[in-house]
Structures are given as C-alpha cells and as structure tokens.
C-alpha cells in the first residue's frame, strides 16, 4: 500500500514537474528560433498524440479503434479533440508566444474558478457563501499577478491576457467535457487520439503539413524533442498513472508543482521578471486552487422546481 502511494506521488510530481519545464522550453522555441505557434501546435499534437497511443497498444494491451464504432462517442471524441485539446493546446502557446510560461501557467490554473462560474451561471449548482470568497481571492490574486500591484499599468501584454483566460475557458471546457469519455474509454486511448485529430484538424487548417526544421540548430532540435517526450507525453502519461494509486486530492496537491515549475525555470533560465507582487498573486491562485480541489466539500446540484414537484 506504502508502495503505491510512494509510487504515484513521484509519477505525480514528475508529470507536473515535465508539464512546467515543457512550457519554459516552449517559451525557448519560440523566443530564440521563432517557430510559427500554427505549425508548432499541429506537430506537437500529432507526434505527441501517436506516441501515446503507442503506448496505449503496447504496454496496456488497449484497443485503438473501437472507439470509432460506437457513433456518439466517436462525436464526442471530435469535439474534445477540436474545442479541448487543440483549445487549450493553442490558447497556451499562443499565452507563451504573445507573454511569457509563467503568466500561461497560472492563467490556464485558473479553470477551476471558470468551471466554477459556469455552475453558478447556468444554475447547475446551489450558490454558498465560500464561491463569493473564491471569486474575489482569485481575482485579486490575478491582478497582482498581471499588474504586479501597480494598478496603473499592465505588466503583462493585453493580448497575452485575453489568450490566457481564453486559456482557462478551454482548460475548463476540456476537464469538464472529457468525463463522459474517461468513463467510457481509457484514458490514454481519449488523450492521443484526441492529441492526433487535433493536430491534423490544424494542419488543415494551416494547408501545411510540413514543419520548419530549418529554423532549428542542434540544440533547438533537442529542445524540441523535449517538448514532445517528457513535456507532453511522458507527463500526460505519469499524470494518467498516478491516479490509479493516489487520490485526486493528492494529485491536485501536487499538481501545483507544474505553475511553480515554470516560474522558477523561466526566472532563472529565462531570465523572466517576476515581481514580489505577481509572487503574491501566484500564491494567491495556487491557495484558492487548492482549497476548491482539496478543501471544499462536493457541490450538490439543485434541484429544479419539476424535480421537486415529482416527488408529490
């Protein structure tokens, strides 16, 4: 039992650890070899996408295709792979291009709070006192992040800002919409065909299939493959691992090592200015994060006036 907590909270650690790194090296592609977002995107999501599924037929004897044979699931596969996957995928690169990994990363953590907002919206969900606490905390703590307490001014480009909370928008679409699917189907099977048909969608979209290797030297290559190995598919994999052998909260817990992760290497490799107040509006996000993933007890559903009619 010791074991197997031991063992998922190292995959856990080292997923979220990758996640974070993966996004600084991002930052690197972009920055020092000007890599199109589009065509990074598609190729990242294509090779990531086959090499999961690799994964998925040789280590965990899964069957690839079936998924297609069954109609609605195959429609809903699409749809995470078009509005979740290539999402969230495009809305953080484009956050990285236009900003820098570490506002990305803690923008995209916001999808809680977005998830959250949606359920008192739509009704889906009895309103409690806390939600209004959650609500202010995480956006105090997103205009220190973005202003670094100099409300004056901007410390992060405006459209850096609109691609990250677009960024949290996927985000919470792609956890909210994948439960059906993660349900029905192993997970490895939904991510890398999801990863695979995101990136061909794109690659139509961009008319290229191609990718600029040209643009990268020796060491932009390895970057490269960085990103594709450990920065999406081994941490996509570890993540799937760890939650066979440690609970969600746990994985939550450790979770937030992937927006530290990349503020610390971003700072230190990149050279990124990060303010003592966007520090605080870090911390700030991770707490509330936290606390909604760890700290809060299940949400109950309203119930709807028919509903409680029925029962007379």
């Known amino acids: 039992m010791q074991n197997n907590q031991l063992k998922g909270t190292m995959l856990v650690m080292f997923g979220a650890t990758f996640w974070g790194l993966g996004g600084t090296v991002t930052e690197k592609l972009f920055t020092e070899y000007g890599l199109p ?31 297609f044979k069954v109609k609605h699931s ?3 596969l699409i749809i995470y792979a078009l509005f979740g996957m290539l999402g969230v995928q495009y809305t953080f690169m484009a956050t990285i291009d236009k900003g820098n990994v570490a506002i990305a990363t803690l923008l995209q953590f916001l999808a809680p709070v977005v998830i959250l907002l949606y359920l008192l919206i739509t009704r889906k969900s009895k309103f409690r006192w806390a939600d209004i606490i ?21 410390s992060v480009p405006p459209n850096a800002i609109v691609w990250g909370l677009l960024t949290a928008c996927a985000a919470a679409f792609y956890t909210v919409y994948a439960v059906k ?14 990863m695979f048909i995101g990136g061909i969608a794109l690659s139509i979209i961009n008319l290229d299939f191609s990718f600029p290797w040209h643009l990268l030297d020796l060491r932009g290559a390895i970057y490269f493959a960085f990103v594709i190995t450990f920065g999406t598919m081994f941490a996509f994999w570890m993540y799937l691992e760890s939650v066979k052998y440690i609970s969600p909260q746990t994985t939550a817990l450790f979770g937030v090592l992937e927006p530290v992760t990349a503020v610390i290497s971003s700072v230190l490799w990149l050279k990124v200015p990060f303010g003592i107040y966007q520090l605080a509006g870090m ?12 700290g809060m007890k299940p949400r109950r559903k309203k119930r709807i006036k028919a509903q409680q009619n029925s029962d007379f």
């Open 74 to 76: 195959l429609l809903q």
């Open 181 to 194: 699917l993660f349900l029905n189907w192993p997970s490895l099977v939904v991510i890398g065909w999801s």
């Open 37 to 67: 977002i589009s065509l990074f995107v598609a190729e990242r999501l294509i090779l990531s996408g086959f090499f999961l599924l690799l994964i998925a037929k040789f280590i965990q004897k899964q069957h690839l295709t079936h998924i």
């Open 134 to 154: 959650i609500i202010v905390c995480s956006l105090f703590g997103t205009s220190l992040l973005l202003t670094n307490g100099d409300y004056s001014t901007l």
């Open 283 to 294: 911390i700030v996000i991770l707490v509330v994060v936290l606390y909604m993933s760890i």
